[in-house]
């Protein structure tokens, strides 16, 4: 699986969008890009996934580049219960998920 | 169907002891993987199943460590002659692949492992 790149930490105010960034400048053409988030204590959660085309689903939006060598996830309007740490994931189907460091996004009222 | 579930939640056992872990995938969910995650960390690949096969370990999973999904349905993780080093929080998750269109995964809330 391609590695990916995230910043460590974000901070979001509540109410505004929350654009989390991830590059995968390694990406092959068969992996696909997960989003999974983590709130404290619990499971991973899963946000969206996509290939080429941009996506959009009751959580979140997900865009990728071009190139496909980086994407952006965008909560249009991030609540406190927002606050997690955010993982992006670029995964061939054929493989396991291997997860990063995340980013920690922070919610502040 | 009540999602992935995990037994138990938390364990706490001496050093030198042998656990066994347990996974409930959601009911035809062909693919069960298992992870492990420390404090501040993101979760670490141990292993996973494609049905009852065990297509790839992680060199984290030690000859101490041994899993199983036999039938393709729960799965158990044992850790043998455990080590302080071993505690951490051992995640499962579960995902229906259909082939080739991405496939989302489901977590369970996990088995907190504490060696003293």
């Known amino acids: 699986d391609a590695k990916t790149t995230q910043p460590t930490s974000m901070d979001c105010a509540e109410g505004r969008a929350a654009n989390l960034p991830c590059n995968h400048s390694t990406i092959s053409g068969n992996e696909y890009v997960y989003w999974y988030r983590q709130i404290h204590s619990q499971g991973p959660q899963y946000i969206i996934h996509?290939?080429?085309n941009n996506e959009t689903n009751e959580m979140a939006s997900l865009i990728i580049t071009e190139d496909r060598k980086s994407s952006t996830l965008i909560l249009p309007h991030a609540t406190l219960r927002d606050t997690a740490v955010y993982y992006c994931i670029a995964q061939d189907n054929n493989n396991d998920m291997r997860f990063g460091a995340g980013t920690r996004l922070t919610v502040k009222p | 169907d009540t999602g992935v579930s995990q037994d138990p939640r938390h364990k706490i056992t001496k050093r030198g002891q042998n656990v066994t872990f347990r996974c409930d995938p959601i009911s035809e969910h062909n693919r069960l993987y298992w992870y492990r995650q420390t404090l501040g960390q993101g979760p670490e690949f141990l292993t996973y199943f494609q049905n009852e096969a065990q297509l790839e370990k992680s060199r984290l999973l030690s000859d101490r460590f041994s899993a199983e999904r036999p039938k393709g349905s729960f799965s158990t993780l044992e850790i043998q002659r455990t080590e302080q080093g071993d505690s951490a929080m051992y995640l499962c998750a579960s995902s229906f692949d259909p082939g080739g269109v991405g496939a989302e995964a489901f977590f369970g809330q996990g088995t907190r492992l504490t060696v003293v």
């Open positions: 996509g290939l080429k």
